[in-house]
C-alpha cells in the first residue's frame, strides 16, 4: 500500500473518530433536552432562532467554504505567504459576517414572522430573544469554519472534530442551568459563547504555531484574496440558497403542523444524522484533502459498495422500528406520546431515503474534487428543489397536521434520492452503481420481512428492538456477502492460514 493511501486512511479515522465523540456528545445532548424540553416552545423557538443565525451565513458555512478554501489554501501551501493569504481571509469573512450579524439583530422580529409564523405570540417573542441573543455567534461560527478548512488543507483536524463538540458541551451546560435557574434564555448564550470561545483558541493557537499570519495585511490584499474566494465560490453559491430556502419552508410548514413539529424533526435528525456525521462527512472531507486520481471509477468503488451494503439495510431497519427506537430514546420526563408520535414519522419518513443521502454526499465529494463543481452545485439544488416542491404540495394534502412531520420526512428522503440519482447521471459508473443498489435492495427487503414477522409476535419495545437488532445485523453481513465477497474470502484465507 502506497503512503498517500496509507495517509489518507489514517487521515478518514480521524474525522471519524472526532465525528463519533460528536455524535455521542449530540446524541446525549438531545436525550437531555427531550427529557427537560420535550416538544414544546423552548425547544422549537431555540430550533428556530438556530436556523435563523445561520440562515444569512450560509454561504460561509457548512459544505460552501471547505469546498474552496481547502484547495485554495492547499495551492497556497506551495507558496511562502500561506498564513497571511488564511489570515487575510479570516479578517475578510469575519468582518463579512460581523456585517450580517447587525442585520440579523435590527431585523429580528421580520426574521421571526418569516421564518416561524405559526407559532404562537409568546413563541415568536421567546424565539427573537434566542436570535437576539444567538446572533453574537455569528461571526465566530465563520472564523471557526475558514480556520478548520486551513487545518484540513494542512492534514489536521483539531477545529474539525473539536466545533460540534465543544458546541453540544456548551447546550448541555446551558440545559443545566434552565433545570437550575429556569431561565430558558441561558440556552441561548451558552450556545454564542461557545462559537466565541473556539474561534478565539483557535486564532490564537494556530498564530502562535505560524499557520495563520497578519503581517502585511491591507486593503488591496484584502480585496485581492476576497475576490479569489468568491470567483470560487460563484458555481456553488447556489447551495446555501437552496439549502436554506428549503429549511426555511420547512421550518415555516412545521410550525404551522403544531406546537413540536419543529423539535421532532430535529429529534429525528439526532438519530438519521449518524450516517451523515460518521461516514459521508469525514469521508467526504478525506476525499476532498487528498489529490484527486486519474481515474475515479475505483474509488467510487471502493466507497459506494461498503457503504450501500451497509446503509439499505440499516435504512429499513430505521423505518420497521422507527417508534420502538423513538420510545427507547426520548420516551421521558417532558417527552410525552404527543412528541413520540411526531418525531416516530419524521424518523419514518426521512429513513427512506437515508442511504442515498449517505452515499451521495461522498460521491459530491469526489466531483468536487474533480474539479467539478459546477456539476456538483446544480444536483446539489436540484435535490433541495425537489425537497421544496415535495414539502410544498404535500402541505395541501387533507388531515396534514395528524401526519405533517411524515411528510417533511418524506420530502427529505427525496432529496436524498435526487441527490444520489443526479450524481449517478454524471458518472462513468453509473450502471455499476444501479447494480450494487439492486443487489443491496435484496437485504433491505428481507430486512421488512422479518421486521414484519417481529412486530407480529413480539410485543414489548426491549423484545423487538434486540431481536431486530439481530436481524439487522444478519441482513448486513448477507448485503456484505453480495456486494463484498472478496472480503468473506480473505477472511476464510486468513483463518485457514492460521489453522
Known amino acids: 500500500m502506497s503512503e498517500p493511501r496509507q495517509s489518507t486512511r489514517r487521515f478518514t479515522a480521524l474525522l471519524i473518530s472526532g465525528a463519533l465523540t460528536s455524535k455521542l456528545l449530540g446524541f446525549g445532548r438531545e436525550i437531555v433536552m427531550a427529557h427537560v424540553l420535550g416538544a414544546t416552545l423552548v425547544a422549537d423557538g431555540f430550533r428556530g432562532a438556530i436556523t435563523a443565525v445561520f440562515l444569512p451565513i450560509a454561504f460561509l458555512q457548512n459544505e460552501t467554504v471547505p469546498a474552496v478554501m481547502i484547495p485554495m489554501h492547499r495551492e497556497a501551501l506551495k507558496a511562502d505567504d500561506a498564513p497571511q493569504r488564511l489570515g487575510t481571509l479570516v479578517v475578510a469573512l469575519t468582518g463579512l459576517a460581523m456585517v450580517l450579524m447587525v442585520a440579523l439583530q435590527l431585523l429580528g422580529s ?8 405559526g407559532f404562537s405570540e409568546e413563541g415568536r417573542s421567546l424565539t427573537l430573544d434566542f436570535i437576539r441573543i444567538m446572533a453574537l455567534g455569528m461571526p465566530a461560527s465563520v472564523m471557526v469554519n475558514v480556520l478548520a478548512s486551513g487545518e484540513i488543507a494542512l492534514g489536521r483536524t483539531r477545529l474539525t472534530n473539536m466545533r460540534a463538540s465543544i458546541l453540544n458541551i456548551a447546550v448541555l451546560i446551558g440545559v443545566a442551568l434552565i433545570v437550575l435557574t429556569r431561565n430558558y434564555h441561558t440556552l441561548a448564550w451558552s450556545f454564542s459563547i461557545a462559537f466565541n470561545a473556539l474561534a478565539a483558541w483557535g486564532l490564537i493557537t494556530m498564530w502562535r504555531e505560524g499557520v495563520i499570519g497578519f503581517g502585511g495585511l491591507s486593503l488591496k490584499a484584502l480585496l485581492a484574496t476576497s475576490r479569489e474566494f468568491f470567483i470560487r465560490l460563484r458555481p456553488l453559491l447556489a447551495l446555501p440558497i437552496a439549502e436554506q430556502a428549503n ?9 404551522r403542523v403544531g406546537t413540536g413539529a419543529v423539535a421532532s424533526l430535529d429529534y429525528a435528525r439526532t438519530l438519521t444524522e449518524s450516517a451523515l456525521l460518521l461516514i459521508s462527512q469525514p469521508v467526504g472531507l478525506a476525499v476532498l484533502s487528498s489529490h484527486p486520481p486519474k481515474d475515479i471509477g475505483p474509488q467510487i468503488e471502493a466507497i459506494a459498495r461498503p457503504i450501500l451494503a451497509l446503509a439499505v439495510p440499516a435504512s429499513a431497519f430505521l423505518f420497521m422500528f422507527a417508534p420502538d427506537i423513538v420510545r427507547l430514546v426520548f420516551f421521558r420526563g417532558a417527552f410525552n406520546e404527543h412528541a413520540l408520535l411526531l418525531t416516530s414519522q419524521a424518523l419514518q419518513g426521512i429513513s427512506c431515503g437515508l442511504w442515498a443521502a449517505t452515499l451521495g454526499w461522498i460521491l459530491i465529494r469526489i466531483l468536487n474534487g474533480a474539479g467539478r463543481n459546477f456539476a456538483a452545485a446544480l444536483i446539489i439544488v436540484t435535490a433541495y428543489l425537489g425537497n421544496i416542491a415535495i414539502n410544498l404540495v404535500t402541505s395541501y394534502l387533507p388531515h396534514v397536521t395528524d401526519s405533517g412531520t411524515l411528510l417533511l420526512g418524506l420530502g427529505e428522503a427525496a432529496r436524498g434520492i435526487v441527490l444520489l440519482a443526479g450524481v449517478m447521471m454524471v458518472l462513468k459508473s453509473r450502471r455499476k452503481l444501479l447494480f450494487w443498489l439492486f443487489l443491496a435492495s435484496m437485504p433491505a427487503a428481507l430486512m421488512v420481512f422479518l421486521s414484519w414477522q417481529i412486530h407480529e409476535l413480539l410485543a414489548g419495545t426491549w423484545q423487538r428492538l434486540l ?4 436481524a439487522c445485523l444478519v441482513c448486513i453481513a448477507v448485503s456484505f456477502a453480495m456486494l463484498l465477497p472478496g472480503v468473506y474470502v480473505k ?9
Open 110 to 117: 421580520l426574521a421571526v414572522q418569516a421564518l416561524v409564523g
Open 247 to 255: 429549511i426555511w419552508i420547512e421550518r415555516l410548514l412545521a410550525s
Open 491 to 499: 477472511a476464510i484465507a486468513r483463518l485457514r492460514g492460521r489453522v
Open 467 to 470: 431481536v431486530g437488532g439481530a
